[in-house]
């Protein structure tokens, strides 16, 4: 079998795109948010399953879908190729799924001495909107090994989502 690296340079680049709009959307993880949450304002969290996610179908009275409700997020970074002393940009990226404008509240730390953290804020969101924010950190020294940065969205009602942003430095 012949390999076509354009073909395979385009199926990657294709993957990463559906992943991405589906992490914008809210619906379970994907590599580069590797900790995306959903949460509905009844304070529900799922994964895109039971709960708060947003890729449940059914329900009663003639099998109309579910939509999801609150807010779903998580915090990526655009790279992840870096090495121990880079700076580099978090990003939040948090969807709202209600018919009213939110703002959330969102808290990024790290016990691995990242520069720039604890860092915590405000994010306002659209209704039915998507906002994002970005942070500015450097990461601590060292390579090969792995940190981690925790980060948590509050909504105004409903439960916090948090996850884990584990990132390896690398020694470029």
């Not at 700076?87 to 978090?90: G, H, S, T, V």
């Not at 509240?105 to 990024?108: A, D, G």
């Given at each position: 079998m012949k390999?076509?690296?354009?073909?395979l340079?385009?199926?990657?680049?294709?993957?990463?795109?559906?992943?991405?709009?589906?992490?914008l959307?809210?619906?379970g993880?994907?590599?580069?948010?590797?900790s995306s949450r959903?949460?509905a304002t009844?304070?529900?969290?799922?994964?895109?399953?039971?709960?708060?996610?947003?890729?449940t179908?059914?329900g009663g009275?003639?099998?109309?879908?579910?939509l999801?409700?609150?807010i779903?997020g998580?915090?990526?970074?655009?790279?992840?190729?870096?090495?121990?002393?880079d700076?580099?940009?978090?990003t939040?990226l948090?969807?709202?799924?209600?018919?009213?404008?939110v703002?959330v509240?969102?808290?990024?730390t790290?016990?691995d001495?990242?520069?720039?953290l604890?860092a915590?804020g405000?994010?306002?969101?659209?209704?039915s909107g998507v906002?994002?924010?970005?942070?500015?950190?450097?990461l601590?020294?060292?390579?090969g090994?792995?940190?981690?940065?925790?980060?948590?969205?509050?909504?105004?009602?409903?439960s916090p989502i948090?996850?884990?942003l584990?990132?390896?430095?690398?020694?470029?």
């Open positions: 390999k076509h690296p354009a073909a340079s385009l199926l990657a680049f294709a993957l990463v795109a559906i992943t991405l709009v589906g992490s959307a809210g619906c993880k994907s590599p580069t948010s590797p959903t949460a009844h304070g529900a969290l799922g994964d895109g399953g039971g709960g708060g996610g947003s890729d179908s059914g009275g003639g099998g109309d879908p579910v999801p409700t609150g779903s998580g915090v990526y970074v655009s790279d992840s190729l870096v090495a121990g002393g700076a580099i940009d978090l939040m948090v969807t709202n799924h209600d018919a009213t404008a703002t509240h969102w808290r990024i790290s016990t001495g990242w520069g720039g604890p915590e405000t994010i306002d969101v659209a209704a906002a994002s924010k970005a942070v500015h950190v450097t601590p020294a060292g390579s090994r792995t940190t981690s940065a925790h980060w948590v969205l509050t909504p105004p009602s409903g948090e996850g884990d584990p990132l390896w430095l690398s020694s470029h």
